[in-house]
């Protein structure tokens, strides 16, 4: 069994060795740096990783399209170019519980959806959605939402990013705020940090007291780790003067330092 197991890990990483290998469309290039402004930020090195990694995402995903939209290579790469920002820096098996990508034109209804809060009750009623993550399987998102979100790499809310580190969350013991770590010794910081940040939050928006992640990441663990990714990304530097262990934290994740040296 264990011979078999190392057998299909070995042929992966021989099929993602040709993926990343292959040249990336100069129209792939034009659509990143049209329509993710966090693109330009990175170095020759970066970008080329990223290129790599975008091959094998496109490779490996399904992606469908609903009410009628056409799924493009402009919807494609960009929704992949944000997915594998996440995994620029970190070892990957590429969203191995991921099968599809599912693209609605605009925002969407969720008719009888539920919502767990932090007290542990659940809030069940019609839900108007930018983007789901499904533990096994589906990522949903709003294209254009998805389109704003890249565009705009420093307003704090990326849709893609957000469903996207709900999946890498969902690589692990369950969707439950704590991904997949590079070391099983980071788990004891991530778990202090993390858990004493989200109590914090909690209680904040408990008192109505205004704070930088806002009241919908005090909505259960996983969602303080998704929203804390998007600011992580979007706002690195207001997030390492603000809440400096947690930017540790998620550097030590990503591999990625965002803020740079200074705040």
């Given at each position: 069994?264990?011979?078999?197991?190392?057998?299909?890990l070995?042929?992966?990483?021989?099929?993602?060795?040709k993926?990343?290998?292959?040249?990336?469309?100069?129209?792939?290039?034009?659509?990143?740096?049209?329509?993710?402004?966090?693109?330009?930020?990175?170095?020759?090195d970066?970008?080329?990783?990223?290129?790599?990694?975008?091959?094998?995402?496109?490779h490996?995903?399904?992606?469908?399209?609903?009410?009628?939209?056409?799924?493009?290579?402009?919807?494609?790469?960009?929704?992949?170019?944000?997915?594998?920002?996440?995994?620029?820096?970190?070892?990957?098996?590429?969203?191995p519980?991921?099968?599809?990508?599912?693209?609605?034109?605009?925002?969407?209804?969720?008719?009888?959806?539920?919502?767990?809060?932090?007290?542990?009750?659940?809030?069940?009623?019609?839900s108007?959605?930018?983007?789901e993550?499904?533990?096994?399987?589906?990522?949903?998102?709003?294209?254009?939402?998805?389109?704003?979100?890249?565009?705009?790499?420093?307003?704090?809310?990326?849709?893609?990013?957000?469903?996207?580190?709900?999946?890498?969350?969902?690589?692990?013991l369950?969707?439950e705020?704590?991904?997949?770590?590079?070391?099983?010794?980071?788990?004891?910081?991530?778990?202090?940090?993390?858990?004493?940040?989200?109590?914090?939050?909690?209680?904040d928006?408990?008192?109505?007291?205004?704070?930088?992640?806002?009241?919908?990441?005090?909505?259960?663990?996983?969602?303080?780790?998704?929203?804390?990714?998007?600011?992580?990304?979007?706002?690195?530097?207001?997030?390492?003067?603000?809440?400096?262990?947690?930017?540790e934290?998620?550097?030590?994740c990503?591999?990625?330092?965002?803020?740079?040296?200074?705040?």
């Amino acid at each position: 069994m264990l011979s078999r197991l190392l057998d299909i890990l070995d042929f992966k990483e021989r099929r993602w060795a040709k993926l990343r290998a292959r040249p990336f469309p100069l129209e792939w290039v034009l659509i990143l740096e049209r329509n993710v402004s966090a693109y330009a930020a990175l170095t020759a090195d970066e970008k080329e990783r990223l290129h790599q990694h975008i091959n094998v995402f496109l490779h490996e995903k399904r992606f469908e399209g609903v009410e009628g939209l056409e799924i493009t290579d402009e919807i494609r790469v960009t929704i992949a170019a944000q997915a594998c920002l996440l995994i620029l820096n970190r070892p990957t098996r590429y969203y191995p519980t991921l099968s599809s990508i599912i693209v609605y034109p605009r925002g969407y209804l969720v008719r009888g959806a539920q919502m767990r809060r932090p007290d542990g009750t659940i809030i069940e009623g019609d839900s108007h959605r930018l983007g789901e993550s499904w533990h096994r399987g589906n990522v949903v998102l709003s294209w254009d939402d998805v389109r704003h979100g890249a565009a705009d790499a420093d307003d704090g809310r990326n849709v893609a990013l957000h469903e996207f580190a709900h999946q890498l969350d969902g690589e692990y013991l369950g969707v439950e705020g704590a991904p997949l770590l590079h070391d099983r010794g980071m788990y004891t910081a991530w778990a202090r940090v993390l858990g004493a940040e989200y109590a914090k939050l909690v209680e904040d928006v408990d008192e109505q007291r205004r704070t930088m992640l806002g009241s919908y990441a005090a909505t259960n663990p996983a969602e303080f780790f998704a929203v804390a990714t998007e600011l992580f990304f979007e706002r690195p530097r207001q997030l390492k003067e603000r809440h400096p262990e947690l930017y540790e934290q998620l550097r030590l994740c990503y591999g990625q330092d965002p803020a740079g040296s200074e705040v």
